[in-house]
């Protein structure tokens, strides 16, 4: 597995995504009590290290819903 190095707020969103199954960006905010801006930013830096993958919301056409991936990569400190 190749290793990734994430920052703090990814790993939490990560962990959230983990015990919690999907999310939409807001109820991500709610959940971590992060701001906002770091959420899209942690979202940003999982989507990129290809660890979290979107769908469409059939709900709400405004917003997507992240989840993760089956098989996430070794993430270290």
């Given at each position: 597995?190749?290793?990734?190095?994430?920052?703090?707020?990814?790993?939490?969103?990560?962990?959230?995504?983990?015990?919690?199954?999907?999310?939409?960006?807001?109820?991500?905010?709610?959940?971590?009590?992060?701001?906002?801006?770091?959420?899209?930013?942690?979202?940003?830096?999982?989507?990129?290290?290809?660890?979290?993958?979107?769908?469409?919301?059939?709900r709400d056409?405004?917003?997507?819903?992240?989840?993760?991936?089956?098989?996430?990569?070794?993430?270290?400190?």
């Amino acid at each position: 597995m190749s290793e990734v190095k994430l920052p703090p707020s990814s790993k939490r969103i990560m962990n959230i995504l983990e015990e919690d199954g999907q999310m939409t960006h807001k109820e991500l905010v709610n959940r971590s009590h992060l701001a906002p801006r770091t959420v899209r930013y942690a979202l940003k830096k999982l989507k990129e290290n290809k660890l979290i993958q979107e769908k469409f919301n059939f709900r709400d056409a405004r917003q997507i819903i992240y989840q993760l991936k089956s098989a996430p990569a070794q993430v270290h400190a």
